[in-house]
């Protein structure tokens, strides 16, 4: 779960932005800003190998100018998507990983990075 809550007038670079690799994996960044955000994810890790993992995910989530708008179910953003894991050394728990993520309308994203998400 992650909240992210701005009050008053917030400039641009300090609102919610429901985007990216971390949190909303299949949504470009900026694609929803505002004031509030709210974010629920789960994601299943599978490892395969000592080195190889795979994982599925899943996410829904809003944004809005307040607090009480923020709940619209009519108005959710899910997405789901999958990707795979290396662990580059096999002493050390450091991961390569690449993301697809689809999100509504045909949002979609490649997310590739060092270690996790979360």
Not at 55 to 66: R, T
């Amino acid at each position: 779960m992650y909240f992210e809550g701005n009050f008053k007038d917030p400039p641009f670079q300090g609102l919610a932005s429901y985007r990216g690799s971390n949190r909303t994996r299949g949504y470009f960044q900026g694609c929803f800003i505002d004031k509030q955000m709210y974010v629920a994810q789960a994601e299943y890790r599978y490892r395969f190998h000592p080195r190889w993992a795979i994982n599925g995910l899943g996410l829904f989530g809003e944004v809005a100018d307040s607090p009480r708008d923020l709940f619209n179910f009519n108005q959710m953003k899910p997405s789901f998507g999958g990707g795979i894991r290396f662990k580059i050394l096999k002493d050390q728990n450091i991961w390569i990983r690449a993301d697809l993520g689809k999100g509504i309308d045909g949002s979609s994203g490649f997310y590739f990075g060092i270690n996790e998400a979360f």
